[in-house]
């Protein structure tokens, strides 16, 4: 495995650096890269295609991220499939799952604003269905929860009570 690193130096201080790290058959294939940004280091890697398959580091994805994130591509840089980070805004974990340009499964950890929850998009990129903690709905189609059930049992028995009463 042939390595190649270059770097900045500053005095003793090594500012930035980046580490390709090529095939053993002399191919010149890619095999990974480590390198810094502004955000930390990025380590990613290829097939023996020179396609981008992992990007792992402190990326700064869409902005919204901090700490560490995690991307799987499909043979491209631009296909981004899966993606998996923490969110500066709310300190929480998030996956996402792609088709196309489109993010068709989001898994949120968050907690503030009871945002935590499983959301599915349709091709339109519309959420369509949501999971939480306390409600949600399928198809746009609110859930009905238990407690929300037994509410409703409770009316109607109440309207039947009602009901025999004035038959009486």
Known sequence: MKK?????????????????????????????????????????????NNNLQVKLGSASGTGD??????ILYNNDESKPRVSSSVR?????????????????????????????GLFLYNQNGKCVTAIRESYGYINNQPIVTQDELVKEISKLQKQIDDLKKQGQ
């Open 88 to 116: 500066a805004d709310t300190d929480s974990g998030m996956l996402s799952l792609q088709s196309g340009d489109i993010a068709r499964l989001l898994i949120s950890g968050q907690q503030k604003d009871n945002q935590s």
């Open 4 to 48: 190649f690193i270059s770097g900045f130096l500053v005095g003793v201080l090594l500012i930035s650096f980046t580490s390709f790290i090529f095939a053993e058959d002399n191919s010149q294939t890619l095999v990974s890269k480590i390198y810094q940004n502004a955000m930390g280091d990025i380590f990613k890697v290829f097939n023996k």
């Open 65 to 70: 991220n901090s700490g560490g994130t995690l």
